[in-house]
């Protein structure tokens, strides 16, 4: 089992930015790819970001190419979400989400979730 817990979300205007992290325990964490997901209200859960498990490889949705970028540090067992330009489309719950293997884009292919924390961006 691999427990993820984010947090950093919050309110912030069109243009700010914020860093989300989801901090990980249970098993190793540097054996799984990562992944950021959102699901803002009445709407699916949507793929953002995917780093994988050294970091070294990161992949994105195009709706946040150039403004997101996804990370992780292995000795510190926790995955980021650096988010610039907000807009209020990015306006969701976030969740970071882990499998073993890489590349997967649908909330399908995880394994574990985090509870999720709420990026609000006003206008």
């Known amino acids: 089992q691999v427990q993820l817990v984010e947090s950093g979300g919050g309110l912030v205007q069109t243009g700010d930015s914020l860093r989300l992290s989801c901090a990980a325990s249970?098993?190793?964490?540097?054996?799984?790819?990562m992944a950021w997901f959102r699901q803002a209200p009445g709407k699916e859960r949507e793929f953002v970001a995917a780093?994988?498990?050294?970091?070294?490889?990161?992949y994105y949705a195009d709706s946040v190419k150039g403004r997101f970028t996804a990370s992780r540090d292995n000795a510190k067992n926790t995955v980021y979400l650096q988010m610039n330009s907000l807009k209020p489309e990015d306006t969701a719950v976030y969740y970071c989400?882990?499998?073993?293997?890489?590349?997967?884009?649908?909330?399908?292919?995880?394994?574990?979730w985090g509870q999720g924390t709420q990026v609000t961006v006003s206008s």
């Open positions: 249970g098993r190793t964490f540097s054996n799984y790819a």
């Open positions: 989400a882990a499998r073993s293997r890489w590349k997967g884009t649908t909330k399908l292919d995880y394994d574990y």
């Open positions: 780093v994988s498990w050294g970091g070294t490889s990161t």
